[in-house]
C-alpha cells in the first residue's frame, strides 16, 4: 500500500471490527497481516507477554504494539466519533486499537504456523522474496526454536 492511500471506514462493530464499507473493511483486516509479518520478526515467539516472565521468551511489547497500531491508523480514516477529540472517541478508537492487536496477533501466529508446517516440517527453506524478504535472517533462528525440546514439548500440549 503506498504511503500517500487513506481508506474510509464508516461502520465500526462494537466490539472494535471495522464494518463497511466492506472492501475496506476488508483490506484493513488484511493490511493488519501485512503490516505485523512485515515489522515483527518470525523469531518472536509469544504475542503477548508471558504470565511468568523469566526473560527467556520474546514476545511483542506495548511500544511494537502501538507503532504498529500506528502504522496501520495512518492508511485508514475511522468515523468522526471515533476521533479522539469527540465525546467517547477516545474510549471508541480504543476498542478499535484493540480489535486490530487482536487481530494482528492471530494474524502473526497463523503466519508462523504456516511457515512452520510449509517449511519446516518439509526442511525446505522459502525463497525470501516479497513479504518474506524481512525474514530471512530470522529464518535460522525460527528453525531452530521450532525443532528444539521446549517447541516440540509445547506443540504436543497444544494438540
Not at 30 to 44: A, H, K, M, W
Not at 62 to 70: G, M, P
Not at 126 to 139: N, S, V, Y
Request: hydrophobic share 35%; with cysteine; charged share 30%.
Amino acid at each position: 500500500m503506498a504511503d500517500h492511500q487513506r481508506f474510509t471506514i464508516d461502520k465500526i462493530a462494537e466490539d472494535g471490527e471495522p464494518l463497511a464499507p466492506k472492501d475496506n473493511a476488508n483490506l484493513f483486516v488484511s493490511q493488519c497481516g501485512v503490516i505485523v509479518r512485515d515489522n515483527i520478526p518470525i523469531t518472536t515467539r509469544e504475542w503477548n507477554k508471558p504470565k511468568v516472565d523469566d526473560g527467556s521468551v520474546s514476545y511483542v511489547d506495548q511500544r511494537s504494539k502501538d507503532l504498529l497500531w500506528e502504522t496501520l491508523l495512518a492508511h485508514f480514516n475511522l468515523p468522526p466519533e471515533y476521533d479522539i477529540n469527540a465525546e467517547c472517541g477516545l474510549e471508541r478508537i480504543e476498542r478499535v486499537k484493540e480489535w486490530a492487536l487482536k487481530k494482528m496477533g492471530e494474524q502473526f501466529w497463523h503466519h508462523k504456523k504456516r511457515l512452520h508446517s510449509e517449511y519446516v516440517n518439509k526442511k525446505k527453506t522459502p525463497e525470501f522474496t516479497g513479504p518474506l524478504e524481512k525474514q530471512k535472517h530470522h529464518w535460522a533462528g525460527f528453525v531452530a526454536y521450532k525443532d528444539s525440546p521446549v517447541a516440540l514439548q509445547r506443540s504436543e500440549k497444544i494438540s
